[in-house]
């Protein structure tokens, strides 16, 4: 029986092109949750004959909502290096540019190697209730999700900070397109400083992987431990910056992503 | 007499192509210096009639090496919303694609403001000697550079933390295309953490701007106050993340970018 992710992600490929169909299981307010799509291009590109190695950077912008049915993905290898390869790629859906990125995949060569990094500190997750999300974010109900910091729930907060354990639920092996929708799933940073929802989404999504294919299989189908946080809100716009960490049992932590977006809000009545 | 940097990011447009010429002011170990590409990029769109207010984050993919002389940016508005423009961009030079990248433009709206991060803590500018890179790094010696922590001449460190106060030499007033290069302007992290030189290089290169045409105006000459850090090292890579500040003698410091990268890194002999 395949995983609901697996159907939502799936594509056929023709030539340089991936046929995609968004999944009601993976619905946002409008149109699909952007993490779904972005883990749809991943693997989409992870299917080309071409690729050499694994997704290193990934940039997809949202230029335009996507509606539910059918999209396409047209890709281009533009440069393939010794250890790595350069893509570009637009989402089209009715004769109509609604997506564009860019992406690295590339080796991972033996060097030195080190963490500078700290995960934040969390209680073990048995020790955490799973936070349901409202009914009409229909993709947060794929995700198991336990707040250290920042739930929807907590409401109004000076700190724009949210850590949470997260997996995919039911559970399924850690891969790199549930990485990249992982990265993509924390909810807008203003809502946690209003305590409230308001009109907000992202434009343009960068996240870098570390993860080696041997640190996702070891990684399995345990929680990841994500944090995120804003810098700076003004304008209608704010950064987020996140980092998407995996605790073994024993052992050090992994960073297995780390994670920047430009995110769009709006509120009618400025305050301050 | 106009600055060596404006010399450095003229264009001439055709339509959506620009033309560019590298300079040898910036040249960096390897062709032109990164920042100098980025911020000719920035320039470049700023230029064009279709263009919708201020640049906003901008995704900049080095795919190949860039000889010294002509190349070609071929831009596309792939889309234009309410408050922003979606461009896609790509720099040829004999009929290779050596970059890629994306762009977003758009408005500063009013809106509630706040901002989280806070600035490293600094000396001020006078207080600290400016510091000289080596000859072959020939883009460096436009730049007026006072390391707080983290310099050139640092050594081998546990902290790949540079903080440092930075403005053009000979000054000139902040634009975007000028913040676009400062974002780019931080040595490679991994040379700090061994005290030397090495093959790196930035694979992927994303800018937030927060900076509005009036705080930049306001900023002017004055030094800027920029810091990064590298998360992960492994496997041949490591990102690197980076704020720079405006800190007026009077009230609150602006945080007028975040900047984030995708180094490749090579040492033939794994340590540790």
Redesign the interface.
């Known amino acids: 029986m395949s995983h609901v992710f697996d159907e939502a992600i799936s594509v056929r490929r023709t030539d340089d092109v991936f046929h995609a169909t968004t999944h009601p299981a993976y619905s946002n307010m409008v149109g699909p949750f952007g993490g779904i799509t972005a883990a749809t291009v991943v693997h989409a590109l992870q299917q080309h004959p071409d690729t050499l190695g694994e997704p290193?950077?990934v940039?997809i912008?949202y230029?335009?909502p996507i509606a539910d049915g059918d999209w396409d993905l047209f890709t281009s290898a533009?440069?393939t290096?010794r250890?790595?390869q350069?893509w570009?790629f637009?989402i089209e859906q009715h004769g109509?540019?609604v997506s564009?990125?860019?992406a690295?995949f590339?080796?991972?060569?033996?060097?030195?190697?080190?963490?500078?990094?700290q995960p934040p500190t969390a209680p073990p997750v048995e020790e955490i209730e799973p936070l349901e999300f409202p009914e009409f974010i229909a993709w947060a109900r794929n995700y198991d999700k336990r707040f250290v910091t920042g739930g929807l729930d907590a409401g109004a907060s000076d700190?724009?900070t949210s850590t949470l354990w997260i997996r995919d639920a039911p559970e399924r092996p850690l891969d790199y397109p549930a990485l990249m929708s992982i990265t993509d799933s924390f909810y807008p940073r203003v809502f946690l400083?209003?305590g409230t929802y308001m009109p907000a989404g992202t434009?343009?999504l960068?996240t870098?992987f570390?993860a080696?294919p041997g640190e996702l299989s070891e990684h399995g189908t345990a929680h990841l431990l994500a944090t995120a946080?804003?810098?700076?809100?003004?304008?209608?716009?704010y950064?987020q910056?996140g980092?998407v960490w995996s605790v073994p049992g024993e052992g050090e932590p992994v960073?297995l992503a780390?994670t920047?977006q430009?995110v769009?809000?709006?509120?009618p009545q400025?305050?301050?």
Chains 1, 2 share one sequence.
């Open positions: 290193l950077a940039t912008n230029t335009a533009v440069r290096n250890t790595n350069h570009v637009r109509d540019i564009t990125g860019t690295v590339g080796l991972h060569r033996p060097t030195w190697s080190n963490t500078e990094a700190d724009s400083r209003h434009i343009s960068t870098y570390h080696t946080s804003a810098a700076r809100f003004a304008g209608g716009h950064d910056h980092r960073l780390s920047h430009l769009y809000f709006k509120n400025p305050q301050e």
